[in-house]
């Protein structure tokens, strides 16, 4: 069953994230050693990225760096996620560089990179970060797309619903598998979907974001506006 946690503006949605994920990165050291962490890209967690560099309670080397999909371009380019999540995160705080697992997607061969990728991936991530589209996908797993199917593979690639198309992501047995999950939004365009995907019928396969359902999720007033009683908590 998932945890809604509301705050009355997009600017306040940082704080109460933070919070949890310190919290959550903690436990997973205090418990296995270590913390295998997934990351999204989009607009909505760059301010959480960037103040999760001030949570104290972080041991990063004890922190790996997965992500839950990424865009067939290089790494500095605009619309690379790693790029954002380097910038807000990953080049302000003391993680070693060998922690960091960056989705090769722009190399020629994809599906290649893709196997490589799944390799290096735990069994189960501790922590995976999501968001939702105004489409209601998560990752890349867009609506309809054949990855939803998938059962075995752990990572391909896909074509994204817009440019630039050419994408990697995890499939659903990653995030099915994963200890805790959380997923940011704001806005109002995000509203129907974040309430197709936490009350409407289970369909995933229209719905992508349904497959987070049980996670925490961290709404905005007005990406909440949809909900049967969508309120203030944070």
């Known amino acids: 069953m998932s945890e809604l946690i509301v705050v009355a503006r997009p600017a306040e949605l940082a704080r109460p994230a933070v919070e949890w994920l310190e919290l959550e990165v ?18 909505t967690p760059e301010p959480v990225y960037r103040e999760l560099t001030s949570a104290s309670g972080i041991d990063w080397k004890r922190v790996e760096i997965f992500f839950s999909d990424e865009r067939a ?23 070693p560089a060998g922690q960091v697992h ?10 290649a990179a893709a196997r490589d990728y799944e390799r290096l991936l735990p069994r189960a991530l501790d922590i995976l970060l999501l968001g939702i589209g105004p489409d209601g996908h998560t990752a890349s797993l867009f609506p309809g797309s054949a990855a ?10 896909v074509l994204g619903a817009k440019p630039p198309a050419e994408r990697m992501t995890i499939t659903p047995p990653v995030i099915e598998a994963a200890r805790k999950v959380a997923v940011l939004a704001s ?17 995933p396969t229209a719905v992508p974001a349904q497959l987070a359902r049980r996670g925490t999720w961290f709404l905005d007033q007005a990406a909440a506006a949809r909900l049967t009683a969508p309120r203030i908590t944070a």
């Open 73 to 95: 371009v290089a790494p500095d380019h605009p619309d690379s996620n790693y790029r954002m999540v380097r910038a807000a995160l990953l080049s302000r705080v003391p993680i």
């Open 187 to 203: 806005g109002e365009d995000k509203a129907a979907m974040v309430a197709r995907a936490l009350e409407g019928p289970l369909a």
């Open 148 to 157: 939803l199917d998938e059962r075995q593979r752990l990572v391909l690639p």
């Open 26 to 43: 903690s436990r997973a050291i205090s418990e296995r050693g270590r913390c295998t962490l997934a990351l999204s890209g989009g607009r």
């Open 102 to 111: 960056r989705m090769e997607a722009e190399r020629a061969d994809r599906d």
